[in-house]
């Protein structure tokens, strides 16, 4: 196979005064070279295409083009089409192509023609109009009544004491999961460890929660369980210490605030 021949500055600058807008197949046949190689000579140049290149170059509309562009923003396009004897949807397909649009005015014109035409748009519901499946729920046109048979279950349904795990947020992935149980229907589900917590003591205070005294999530025995209020859980974690060692840190924090005051006071 003979190797092709090498591209000469004259070639290039050829390819870069006929390429935006002229077909690639007669640019090809000029230079006496594949349109592959055209193609490919035009990409390493950064030679690009005309926007609208090809469809100002060829077809029946080239020599209608000027006269389109004078007379599209101000005529409707029914009154082209009879200056032109063309069918409007070509008219319109041209005038996008060439990025033409229609003056304010003249669109206000079609907008009212094309109302006083349909009277009302298509699928618009007067005032009061009630939709034919109002109340219906799952209702089957093809049956005439509803898919859904009474007493139905989805395919996610679970009975009344089934735990699961609850499932952390996705922007949280790392955060702590609690077993919790399904309670009542439809779908009322509670933290098993708030509900042990209720059957040993009693409904939880207000501001109140139940916490795990060794940390362990998944251990529900009464005995690791601990209903704190959340101001001291609150001190608790800030102060980075054990729950049952807060007391002990607040007087603590006490004593020294009455020692430093009484530093103060002494001459």
Known sequence: MSRPKAWSPADDAYLRGHYPTQPTAAIAEHLGRPQRHVQQRAYYLGIKKAPGAKTLRTGRWTQLDDLLQLLYADMLNEDLSELLGMPMAEIATRASRLGLHKAPAVMSQTYSICMQRQGKRPGQ????????????????VELGRSHFKEGNRPPTWMPVGTERWTMPPANRPDATRYLKRKVAEPNHWELVHRIVWQQHHGPIPPGHVVIFHDGDTSNTDISNLRCVSRADLSCSNGADIPIDLLPVWQLTRQLQREITEMEKAQP
């Open 125 to 140: 519901f007067a005032p009061g109009t009630q939709p034919w499946n109002k109340g219906l729920r799952g209702y089957s």
